[in-house]
């Protein structure tokens, strides 16, 4: 299922991702970011749905009905081929099931593995209600914009189709302000809940074993819904 979190010092660049993300791609999408060298603990099968849910760095990107009686939490990375697997196959069918049934809301949280995949959250966030419009855009065409040869200029062709100029490209991958939030998103999830892989998923609070097809899925989700 997961792609691991590689324990290398790789940090995010302050000074414009613009001018870093292309050094991301240094060895394959796995790379530690921000405030030094990930945890690579086990993380706990279960954690406290309250400590879960609180309010973090930023607004929560939710898919779903707030009232559903099931809360997935998705902590994903823009450049993991696994989420891409995740967000074009396997959501779609977990959205024609559960989501749009109003049993089950996603919530979509970051966790980069480098530099570019921080660049593609940040354009998502930037993206404001059209957040889960762009994340769509980035991860169907994962295989076009996370390249070794100027990615960077890939990764506008991907904003373009989502309304973005140069101008508020540029914009949002500098925004520092920004950029620390999605590493705090990020650091909290590592610290507090024990991610350091993506994807990983926390079904009201339980870690999934799985997540690579809609069978793991249906497998955690129809005992809670029957009870």
Not at 53 to 82: F, Q, R, W
Request: charged share 25%; with cysteine.
């Amino acid at each position: 299922m997961s792609q691991a979190a590689h324990i290398n010092s790789v940090k995010l660049s302050r000074r414009g991702l613009l001018l870093t993300a292309g050094a991301a791609l240094g060895s394959a999408a796995g790379m530690s970011v921000a405030g030094g060298a990930i945890a690579q603990r086990r993380g706990p099968s279960e954690v406290p749905v309250e400590e879960l849910m609180k309010p973090g760095e930023l607004p929560e990107l939710v898919l779903g009905n707030n009232d559903a009686p099931v809360t997935i939490v998705e902590y994903a990375s823009m450049t993991c081929p696994h989420c891409a697997n995740f967000h074009t196959r396997v959501l779609p069918e977990l959205k024609k099931k559960y989501i749009d049934t109003g049993k089950v809301r996603l919530v979509f949280r970051e966790f980069p593995l480098d530099n570019l995949a921080a660049a593609g959250a940040m354009l998502a966030r930037c993206s404001g209600d059209k957040a889960f419009d762009m994340l769509e855009i980035l991860f169907h065409k994962q295989e076009e914009w996370v390249v070794r040869n100027d990615p960077v200029s890939k990764l506008f062709d991907m904003a373009k189709q989502a309304g973005f100029t140069k101008e508020s490209f540029e914009k949002c991958l500098t925004d520092d302000d920004l950029l620390k939030k999605v590493e705090a998103v990020r650091t909290r999830a590592n610290e507090k809940f024990g991610v350091n892989s993506t994807p990983t998923f926390f079904i009201n609070g339980k870690r999934l074993s799985g997540g690579g097809s809609i069978a793991d899925f249906d497998r955690a989700l129809e005992p809670l819904l029957k009870s």
